[in-house]
């Protein structure tokens, strides 16, 4: 990969991550790329839909009827698949449970501990409600008032509304099913400590990568600040996610696998209780795949594009449909 040989060379290789999206709902470019791909195909679903209309009406003029289309009929509607993602960043030892509605209970298995994540096979369709007790009391409600027409996760994280009282509060986003690794950074800690997230190239995997070369040449660990509220695109590569103090201490540390085709949540998670017991803040990542599927998607010869030509390229394939329709 063209990363492998710059470090090799002894040069700085490019930044870790992409611009941030300004806010954890705002889309990224590649995303409104995607999504005016998925307008155009859209407008070819709806002209293969009319088309199928004449065919059938063509079908029952001459006595056919629409058995021979639905014996062999090309069009079909489309099936997303909305996969709902939780994470309990609710600072309490008792754990939480999720239902949909009243009666079904998504956590039947078992319920979630507070710094968990957990991802529910369970289809999302618009107007669900999700309702989130912890421990014997209820949280809240969160309800699904729309989704997109395109494969996606929603991720809910439930927190501490305050330092004063227990109320719940909701965070919410919806990741697009896209080719490269997104990460949403959230801050749900409540408190009067600062701290900011950095994410940087993980010391083992660098010197990995450069163990044939002198000391001397070796480049130094990137080291690049994550924004909060904010969507990122990622590098497939392992890295280390840094909470930094302003004292200048190490709050909390985490691995990152970003893997292409999937998207991970950053929460800083604690409280600085006025009243009741209070938790330290700490890094929670999600999910947290193993190394060696980096290892093996390298070895199948996916090398990682960067997240601008891929921008770019979207961009270009977006054009080009709707020119089409």
Known sequence: PAQDQATKQGQRP????????????????????????????ASAASWGNSRATQLRQRSKEQGG?????????????LDFKHQLRVCNAYPLSAPMDVFRGKEER???DAPMPYKTCRDF????????????????QSGGTFSVSDLPNNDAVL???????????????????????????????????????????????????????????KEADRP???????????????????????????????????QLVALKHRSYVVLRTGVEAQQGPSFPQELVIFPQPDASELRSAAAQGRSPLPA????????????????VA
């Not at 490019?14 to 195909?41: D, N, Q, R, W, Y």
């Open 220 to 254: 130094a660990p990137r080291s690049e600040e994550l924004r909060y509220d904010s969507v990122v695109a990622v590098s497939p590569g392992l890295y280390d996610v840094v909470l930094a103090g302003q004292d200048g201490l190490e709050k909390s540390r985490n």
């Open 121 to 136: 096979s369970s289809n999302l369709k618009a107007g669900d409600k999700l309702e989130v007790r912890i421990g014997d």
């Open 14 to 41: 490019g930044p870790l991550v992409a611009t941030p999206s300004p806010g954890v709902l705002a889309m990224s470019a590649l995303s409104s790329a995607l999504v005016l791909a998925l307008v155009a195909a």
């Open 65 to 77: 009827g629409d058995a021979a289309l639905h014996a062999d009929g090309f069009v079909r509607m």
């Open 155 to 213: 991720l809910l994280v439930v927190h501490r509304h305050d330092t004063l009282s227990t109320a719940v509060a909701f965070e919410s986003h919806v990741f697009a099913d896209l080719a490269g690794a997104q990460v949403a950074v959230i801050d749900t800690y409540k408190g009067k400590a600062m701290s900011v997230p950095k994410i940087m190239d993980n010391n083992a995997a660098l010197l990995a990568m450069s163990k044939d070369d």
């Open 308 to 323: 601008a030509i891929a921008a770019s390229v979207s961009a270009l394939l977006a054009s080009l449909l709707l020119a």
């Open 106 to 108: 998504l956590t039947a």
